[in-house]
């Protein structure tokens, strides 16, 4: 069973581009998570989504970033004209269902993106 | 504000000696909470969780604690191996309404095995 899959890895774009990232969750998974991790910080939440659902997008920048999950293919997060402060790396994570809470159930993080804007 | 935090950011073992990496949280709320590891380049990965109902849980070769009196968690971590280097991150997840099961992540400890 694969596991989470990310890509690109790497990713290079410069000033005023548009990244976009791609996270296929875990076979039977519905639930992904993206998180960012600046150099030497830990993780910060962005958004959770289900099935063409945003659930809570409470960490997500107002302006510029987007991030969906279509009913076919892979999550996209999506950073239009990327500046030098979104060079970070991106991680993803899926569960079977909604994690934590009363239900515990462990997410598993993909490799990450790692995004640097010239 | 509310922050999951860690107390040292490197933590430097004799291989074969026993690690306790520790984290404070500061919200009463939490219910659950997970160890993950993370090597240079690669993800965070799974290490070990507690619910806010125990005190202890017990892995292989890992231990987590649970003190919510003063709102610490513990890792320790027996007969550390080189491989065991790598960057600890504790989380945790808030219950109550509106819980979509995001985790807040701590500032992550650094642990240096030395062969």
């Known amino acids: 069973n694969a596991g989470v899959m990310q890509n690109p890895r790497h990713l290079v774009r410069r000033r005023g581009q548009e990244a976009r990232l791609r996270c296929s969750p875990m076979k039977g998974h519905s639930h992904v998570y993206w998180y960012r991790q600046l150099p030497e910080e830990g993780l910060k939440f962005m958004v959770y989504?289900?099935?063409?659902?945003?659930?809570?997008e409470s960490g997500m920048p107002k302006e510029r970033f987007s991030a969906e999950f279509p009913k076919e293919g892979p999550s996209i997060l999506r950073i239009q004209q990327v500046v030098r402060g979104d060079s970070a790396a991106y991680f993803c994570?899926?569960?079977?269902?909604?994690?934590?809470?009363?239900?515990?159930?462990?997410?598993?993080f993909g490799p990450g993106t790692r995004l640097t804007v010239l | 504000g509310e922050s999951v935090g860690l107390h040292l950011p490197t933590l430097s073992v004799q291989e074969g000696d026993n690690s306790i990496i520790n984290c404070a949280y500061s919200n009463s709320a939490s219910d659950y909470f997970i160890w993950y590891k993370q090597e240079s380049g690669k993800g965070p990965q799974f290490i070990i969780d507690?619910?806010?109902?125990?005190d202890k849980r017990q892995g292989q070769r890992v231990t987590v604690l649970l003190n919510k009196t003063v709102k610490h968690l513990s890792l320790q971590i027996a007969a550390t191996q080189p491989g065991d280097s790598a960057v600890y991150f504790c989380a945790e997840n808030r219950d109550g309404s509106g819980n979509t099961g995001k985790l807040i992540f701590g500032q992550g400890t650094t642990l240096q095995v030395k062969p």
């Open positions: 994570a899926s569960s079977p269902t909604k994690a934590g809470g009363s239900s515990y159930n462990e997410q598993f």
């Open positions: 507690i619910r806010s109902n125990m």
């Open positions: 989504l289900q099935k063409e659902n945003i659930i809570d």
